[in-house]
């Protein structure tokens, strides 16, 4: 009678490639390739935004600064506003449009109240008319932050709701591993390995998809920021020069 002992054969050249990230993924459970497929989604999206966010913040720094410099240029009110429409981009820009019309606004008013006098600074616009002014102002500035800030709220979803779907395709890959393990009967190695394996990269592809998102989230809502407190600050210098140039003490 042979007793002799028997090793165990070690892990083929093919049982070690199949470890790898794109067979896991390929060979995966239905409910995790679907998990996966709308992680991809997630990070296809996420990096379309992070893209298209930095051109549009890049360009609206870049014709902010050329708008002021137009704006503090010294010449009218009326060159200023002809010059704002080639810089659609420039937030500062916008809002100097919709304080401009208003302004217009109040002083047609104030003309057709004050016996068609033809100084504009001889018109002395109510504080009801300041008033609207500066909601015109706050209107606008309001307007071009949630333009700024448009598809930000995807990037921060996909940066706290990733990991979550992640871990649960994890958590159903440890489920299927283990129901491997009893249907086997036992527990070696070679097959515990691949389910656990197919799991983990659930939450590998999750946190793939979520890090990106979380990054340029925080990136860009500061860059948003930074343009908003441009934006209040040009709204006040404009009110500050409406108040000097055609308001009386």
Partial sequence: MNLAYAAPEAPTAE??????????ILNAGPVVKLVMFILFGFSVVSWAIILFKWGTIRRSYGTTERFLDVFWSGKSMDHIYSEAKKYPAAPV????????????????????????????????????????LERALTRASRSETQRLERSLNFLATSGSTAPFIGLFGTVWGIMNAFQEIGTQGGASLAVVAPGIAEALIATAVGLAAAIP???????????????KTTMDNFAGDFLNIVRRNFMTS
């Fill in 15 to 24: 049982a070690v490639l199949s470890l790898n990230a794109m067979d896991l």
């Fill in 93 to 132: 820009a916008k809002i100097f449009q919709s304080g401009y019309v208003e302004l217009q606004r109040i002083m047609e008013r104030q003309r057709k109240g004050g016996g068609g006098s033809k100084n504009p600074l001889t018109l002395v616009p109510p504080d009801s008319s300041i008033s609207n």
């Fill in 213 to 227: 998102a979380v990054m340029g989230y925080n990136y860009y809502i500061q860059q948003v920021r930074s343009l």
